[in-house]
């Protein structure tokens, strides 16, 4: 277990061996960044992260030999795994370097086990006589050697003002952490964890009732905890309030209705989609079926989502790179909208605009982003092709609809303004990217396993990835405020009213 301050060394899991790597390129275990007056968008950084831990195991004298740039040390190693180590090593220090210009805040904290998933609660609570606000974040655990995993409700205090340059440590790289003056300290406590039957593949909560939440476990069962019904500490044994029953394959597609209460979407690798009512339980036993099954992909589905604003529209994405839009009024699944070939690749992620009903996107293994219109599903509507890697996770910003987040397995979060589409750019500009990126956030070491916009503090985000670390964040002031949405226009949705 981490203390609240970690310092030495951490250990890393690879297959079955541990390794032991010190802790100085991971930085300080929290941090808070002032802005400077004079700083612009993104100038000419380049912007990722550290080690990785997926690259491939490496021992103590290799690594240490990375970061030396030592090659006698480390003639025994794979040169192509020692190349790529150095170049996420330097990548990162020259994140961090810069992260001063490009953050207000960044709080950044390694956990024991790495989680696969992470969602902000919607909630906020401002405790009396406190200048600070608490937000809760659903995390879960990934372990490995048996160890027990967890469902995690974590605690994180915020400042109510951001934090004052003054205070700034340059020998320590930080702002907010413990040792300051309590008006800028930033907290992240685990204050809840409940027994989970293997890793968490993903975590929900249901918008009606944040108390309940859903989760996928390995083997393809969907559970229901009532965190309400489970003590802060774990017990040692798992007891969920509901076990979902039906899918015999793992997956990761999870998500509620935001307009039916206590309606369920789950997608996995046995490619199928299947949706439950859990409104409908009855408690003379824990197992609950499915109340549709739908088998109208042919390969893994890889997520799923319901419409915000039409409550029987259901979308789906899978490895047959086929989008499909359910209607679950209608029996028969030939009657979808279909979009076969929607991507070049597996498509991984898709995520509804909040505002605009004809209006999605979707996120593919070939590292593409794609606006899509249900009007002209013939073609996307704009492709974005900055990720490096294959794109995993998408999501809209909660407050402005013309903004969404996209991540994956290049180890970057990058946000998006739709509204900037098309428009034009100096040579110079182009260099940083399409006029439509907005930000790149290079923390992580490692691929994003997930990343939440906050509801109720606009701008502040969290991001977990396998390196082990969550990181709660929010860009510097100048990138976000002066921005000015074009007007994007609601049309009504007729294809499935």
């Not at 076969?340 to 605009?353: G, P, R």
């Not at 994956?408 to 990126?437: A, C, F, N």
């Amino acid at each position: 277990m981490l203390d609240d301050k970690v310092s030495g060394e951490v250990e890393q899991s690879f297959d079955d061996t541990r390794y032991t790597y010190p802790l100085e390129d991971l930085g300080d275990d929290w941090h808070s960044f002032p802005l400077p007056s004079s700083v612009s968008a993104l100038e000419d950084i380049s912007i990722v992260p550290t080690k990785a831990k997926s690259l491939s195991p490496i021992s103590q004298a290799v690594y240490q030999a990375i970061v030396d740039d030592d090659s006698n040390n480390a003639v025994a190693a794979d040169e192509e795994t020692i190349k790529r180590n150095k170049i996420i090593n330097e990548e990162y220090k020259n994140w961090k370097k810069h992260a001063i210009y490009l953050y207000d805040i960044m709080l950044t904290r390694a956990l024991t086990w790495p989680t696969l998933t992470l969602q902000w609660f919607p909630d906020q609570r401002f405790p009396p006589g406190e200048n600070y606000a608490i937000h809760r974040l659903l995390l879960g655990t990934y372990t490995e050697d048996h160890a027990q995993n967890h469902l995690q409700i974590a605690h994180i205090q915020i400042p109510n003002m951001l934090p004052n340059p003054k205070d700034y440590d340059e020998d320590r790289g930080e702002l907010g952490g413990y040792g300051s003056s309590k008006k800028v300290e930033l907290k992240l406590d685990i204050a809840q964890k409940i027994d989970h039957p293997g890793e968490v593949n993903k975590a929900r909560y249901m918008p009606q009732n944040p108390d309940l939440i859903a989760t996928l476990c390995p083997d393809g069962r969907a559970l229901i905890f009532d965190r309400t019904k489970h003590p802060s500490q774990p017990t040692g044994t798992v007891n969920p309030q509901i076990q979902l029953v039906g899918h015999t394959g793992e997956g990761f597609g999870l998500n509620w209705s935001p307009l039916v209460e206590g309606r369920l979407a789950t997608g996995t690798s046995d490619n199928t989609v299947r949706v439950w009512d859990i409104k409908d339980f009855e408690k003379s036993s824990k197992n609950m079926k499915p109340s549709r099954t739908l088998t109208h992909h042919s390969a893994t589905v890889n997520d799923v989502e319901f419409h915000p604003q039409i409550p029987h529209a259901l979308v789906s994405v899978s490895d047959d790179r086929k989008i499909h839009i359910q209607d679950l009024r209608v029996q028969d699944f030939k009657k979808n909208l279909v979009k076969e070939n929607a991507h070049d690749q597996e498509i991984n992620a898709v995520a509804w605009n909040p505002k605009i009903e004809t209006l999605f996107i979707t996120g593919s293994a070939d590292k593409s982003v794609r606006i899509w219109d249900l009007r002209c599903m013939d073609k996307p509507e704009h492709v974005m092709e900055q990720h490096k890697g294959p794109v995993t996770k998408l999501e809209w910003h909660p407050q402005h609809h013309w903004i969404f987040g996209s991540a994956g397995e290049d180890r970057r979060v990058l946000t998006w303004d739709i509204s900037k589409v098309g428009d034009e750019q100096t040579p110079e500009d182009e260099e940083d990217g399409p006029p439509e990126l907005h930000f790149m956030h290079g923390g992580h070491t490692d691929t994003i396993s997930d990343f939440s916009f906050n509801k109720n503090d606009p701008w502040l985000m969290a991001t977990a990835a396998e390196d082990n670390l969550v990181q709660v964040w929010k860009m510097a002031k100048v990138l976000y405020e002066k921005e000015k949405s074009k007007v994007l226009p609601a049309v009504p949705l007729d294809q499935l009213e």
